[in-house]
């Protein structure tokens, strides 16, 4: 018998920079304290045998299968991946336990792909940096899974560690560690409303954006400056996508700057704006969750925004430790649906 191994990955939360992954731009997620945990047995078979404390049926599949939209997806296309990458000579009975709530924006679908690769890189002894297993479960879920993501998700939960939020360069894929403030807490509430993103929305923008690069003829639409874009004569959806990317990669800057700095209104101004332009330019969001981010606002938070993916999800709020419990309990008696999840702080 082959022995059990053990692996885990963090939720994250992505404080700014969205849908800048996969355009050559900054992102800055951080570790949440809620994560996924991965028992995993390797088989000499080929068979792929998954059971998960949020499933209540285990499911049985092999290593040859195609994604069919089932859930154990991930699952089947991590452990493709550990055996193309040779830590692993068949398939595996794998036991899932997490506290990441699903298709809200927190990556959970990663932290599963990364915890199943490191469980197989502990299986084989020794493999893959931590990079290079992010490079790998982005792969699953950008091949196997057909979810055309960026490379955020995967970084931020193979290697973000708490208290610090990871800005990453997602072109050159080099970060920096950031600490974050001590006196304000980044607090994560799921509106109520989950989505996939296999539902096609999540692809459409992606194909919005790809229009606008082959417009500019460049891959780093982040990268392009403000008068290019505002002046160009584009299609008008693809423009306001690329408006989107370029302002948002300057506010991640501006965020980082303002977390070295220790300027919260600074941070949440950036957040704010990141929020508004969710909503306008690349349409991203929902009226629930405007009013939800309105809200935290109006409550009291130096900034609040959607986070993640979009079309539901939770939003990410950045508020003073001292009135937060305060902050939170009006909150949700305003919003019955939404939901208090995890908070992060220095
Ligand atoms: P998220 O924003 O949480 O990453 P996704 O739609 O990308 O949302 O991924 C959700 C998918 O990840 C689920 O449909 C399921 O396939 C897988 N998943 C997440 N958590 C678990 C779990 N605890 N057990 C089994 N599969 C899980
Ligand atoms: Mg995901």
Known sequence: MAEMVTAAAPGRVNLIGEHTDYNGGMVLPAALAVGLKVNLA???DSVVAVSSAGYDAPSIRDLEDEA????????????????SLGLLDGGAALDVVSTIPEGSGLSSSAALIVAILKA???????????????????????????????????????????????????????????????SHEMVVVHSGLTRKLTDGRYKARKEECDAAKR???????????WETVKGANLDATAKK?????????????????????????ALGTAMNESHESMRDWFEMSLPQIDTLVASAVELGAAGARLTGGGFGGCIVACVEKTGRDAWLEALLEKHPDARFIDAVSG
Request: charged share 20%.
């Open 215 to 225: 417009y500019f003829g460049t891959e780093d639409l982040c990268l392009l400056d």
């Open 42 to 44: 390797p088989r000499s």
């Open 120 to 182: 197989a890189r502990e299986a084989n002894g020794n493999g893959p940096s931590d990079v290079d297993i992010a490079v790998a479960a982005r792969r699953v879920e950008n091949q196997y899974m057909g979810v055309p993501c960026g490379i955020m998700d995967q970084m931020a939960v193979a290697l973000a560690r708490p208290g610090t939020a990871m800005a990453l360069d997602t072109g050159k894929l080099e970060y920096a560690l950031v600490p974050l403030p001590q």
């Open 241 to 265: 996508r690329a408006m989107h990317c370029v302002s948002e990669n300057v506010r991640v800057h501006a965020a980082i700057a303002a977390l070295d700095a220790g300027d919260m209104t």
């Open 68 to 83: 069919v939209g089932d859930w154990a997806d991930p699952c089947v296309g991590a452990l493709r991946e550990a055996n």
